[in-house]
């Protein structure tokens, strides 16, 4: 099903509980449409959306998406497995980014629920979006008080890759304002290197004295303070209890804790004003950061990378956990 052929009215929203905590999950792309945060006798909304559900049928930013089949950019649009060339959608041509248009972010999963979790499945058919394959995809979100956890399966009927994403745009302010004063941590010691497309080009460069060195925590403000925004993969370190940290001025702080090994971070510098009732006060350029749990950009084009290959005999999983307090 591509989002045209959507009907509106099959579209579903289910509302997960836990004391002062609230987070809406809409069928649509597995969306995280709203997560509020009780702070200071205040519901703080903490990642950027639309009110109606409607509006994010068709869009272009991934607004709080799981993207996949193989999130981030693969090169020329374009790859051989098994002595066979697929070629994809060149979305942000001449490449290929988060699936295009038919991704899972487009796609209306099967929904069912209670007050705590959510369990959606999706039915991938062989050759959706040029990708080889059929594939069940299956992601229960839990919430327990502060804490959202994202537990992404998908299981194949013969190879194929698989690079699930969760793509919240964070703003712990309420969306009020530019990122630049929240402040970042992240146990990484290097990132996927990029050429001019942001395609990985296979070697794995250290981040000591760059841009995007937050292994002590860092004003993204300070960080970058041409305001030109980071869209990079950074290589986690391994056995950390909390892979990132970001702070706001107004005293939230998120935990992200991944079993992925990179993680993506992007500060909005795409997104753009818009018009429609929205959740955080503005959508602008640097008004959200995403903190994006995955393996390597291009890593079905790059074998020196670890390979997101998945088998019958060997299925896909991530568990990516979110605390705000």
Partial sequence: MTPHLIDPKDLRCHVLQDGNHQVSILSLGCIT???LVSHRGQDVPVVLGY????HYIGQSESFGAIVGRVANRISRASFTLNGQHHHLPANIKPDHLHSGPTGLGHQNWDMEGDDKSVCLTYHSPDGEGGYPAAVNFEVVISLSENQLTYDMKASVDRPTPINLAQHNYYNLMGGAGLIWDHDLQINA??????????????????IADTSLDFRKIRNLGEADPSKTGSDANLVLTQNEIVNATLTA??????????????????????????????????HAPFHGVCLEAQQFPDAVNRPEF??????????????TTVKIA
Avoid: M
């Fill in 249 to 282: 001025p107004n005293g939230l702080s998120l935990r992200l804790i991944t079993d992925q090994p990179g993680l993506q971070l992007y500060t909005g510098s795409s997104l753009y004003e818009q018009n429609p009732p929205l959740i955080g006060q503005k």
């Fill in 33 to 35: 449409q709203n997560w």
């Fill in 51 to 54: 009110q109606d559900p409607l």
């Fill in 189 to 206: 010691n290097g990132t996927t290197t990029l050429d001019n497309n942001l395609i990985p080009t296979g070697v794995i460069d250290s």
């Fill in 306 to 319: 670890p390979s997101i290959i998945v088998t019958p005999d060997e299925s896909y999983r991530q568990v």
